[in-house]
C-alpha cells in the first residue's frame, strides 16, 4: 500500500486541563473536538434525535441541544434512549438559560442524560439568586458526575459585572474603550464564575470556557487574553456569525487565527442555515476548516482549480463535484474499513498547465483536456501517470479508479 501523508506539521497547542465529556476528552492534548446544535424543538423527542443524529453521522462528536422548558427536560432522557436504539453514541449537552436550576433539579432523569451542561453566567440569574442558583447547577453537576461549560456570550452580558467594571474604569488613569471594558467583562464572568464553581466542589476537570462574541478582532482579542489568564479547556466559536458565505468567511477567519496560535480545544461554527437546509453544513466547515489547517484529517480532501476561459465546458466542475460527493457518501464506510483514508489527497484540474503538476502531488489525480487539448485526461496514482481516460464515462472510471486504490 503507498505511503499516505500526514497533515503538515501545526504549531503547538496551549496546554490545558483535560475534561472527559462521556468518551470524548476536550483538551489536554487531545484532538481538538467538533461540536454542532440543533435547533428542532427539544419538547420533539424524535424530531431531535433525528437531527442529532445527521449531526453525528456527519461528524459532530458532540451535540448541544436547547433545554428551555420542563417539557424539554422531561424529552431529553427519550432522546437518549433514542440515539441509543439508533447505536448513536454521541454525547448530548443541554443548553440551560435563566432556568436550568429548577430544570435539572425537576428532572432528575434529564440531569443524568446529559454528558454536559451549558450555562451562561450572563442570565444563570440576577441579584441575589444568583448565586443561589448558580450553585444549584454546580450542585446537580457534582452529583451526577457532569462537566459544565460556562459560556459567556456579549450578548447577555453579566451587567452588574459590567457595571463593576465601568466603575473601575472611570477611576483609571488609562481608561480602556467601550470595548475592551466589554471583553474583560467577557473574561472576568467567565473566570469569576469558574473559580466560584471550583469553590463550591466542581473539579477543574469539569470546567470549560468559552466566551463568546459576533466581531472577528474582538474573539481574537478575547481568547488571547483569556488563555493567558487561565488553563481550562476553551470551547472557541464566533456567535451569530451569520448565513452562507459570510458566517463560514467570518468563522474561519477568527477560528483559522486562534488555531494557528495554538488555542481551543473544542470548536462550533455558528452557521444560520437557509430555510429548508441540513443543519449539517456547520459540521462540513468545521471538519474543513481544521483540516486545511493540518490541525486533524476527517476525510480525503479533493484539489480541484476554479477553473478558467480554458475549461468552457461544465464538464470539469462536474467531475469535482461528483468526486468530492462521492467520497463524503463513502466515508462513513471507508472510515471503518480503511485505516489512514482520511488522509488522502485527490486533485481533479482543468487544463494541461497546472493539471499533471498538481495531481502528480496527490495520491490520485487527474488533468482534464483544456480547450484545444487533446481529448484524453491523464490519471496520476502517487506522482506516476498510470493511464489516460477518454470518452464519455471518464466520471464512473475515475470514481472506480478511486474506489481501487482506497480499497487495495
Ligand atoms: Fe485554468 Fe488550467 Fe489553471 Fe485550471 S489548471 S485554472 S483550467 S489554467
Known sequence: QSPRPRPAEAGARRPSVGVLIDNVLVG????????????????????????????????????????????????????????DMMGVSVPIIGDFHYNGHQLLEGEPACAEALAKYRINPGNVGFGKKKD????????????????????????????????????????RSDPWDASHVVREALIRSALDSAARAEDLGLARDRIILSCKVSGVQELIAVYRDLALRADYALHLGLTEAGMGSKGITASSAALGVLLQEGLGDTIRISLTPEPGQSRTGEVIVAQELLQTMGLRSFTPLVTACPGCGRTTSEFFQVLAKTVQSHVREQMPVWRVKYDGVENLTLAVMGCVVNGPGESKHANIGISLPGNGEAPSAPVFIDGQKAMTLRGDNIASEFVSILDNYVST
Open 132 to 171: 443561589t442558583q448558580f450553585a444549584s447547577i454546580i450542585e446537580m453537576a457534582i452529583r451526577y458526575g457532569k462537566p459544565v461549560r460556562i459560556g459567556a456570550n456579549w450578548g447577555s452580558l453579566d451587567q452588574s459585572m459590567v457595571a463593576t467594571l465601568m466603575d473601575e474604569n472611570a477611576l
Open 28 to 83: 489536554g492534548g487531545a484532538p481538538i473536538v467538533v461540536q454542532s446544535m440543533t435547533n428542532t424543538d427539544t419538547e420533539d423527542p424524535a424530531s431531535t434525535a433525528k437531527q442529532i443524529a445527521e449531526l453525528a453521522r456527519a461528524g459532530s462528536e458532540l451535540v448541544r441541544i436547547t433545554v428551555n422548558t420542563p417539557a424539554a427536560a422531561a424529552a431529553v432522557p427519550r432522546i437518549r434512549e433514542r440515539l
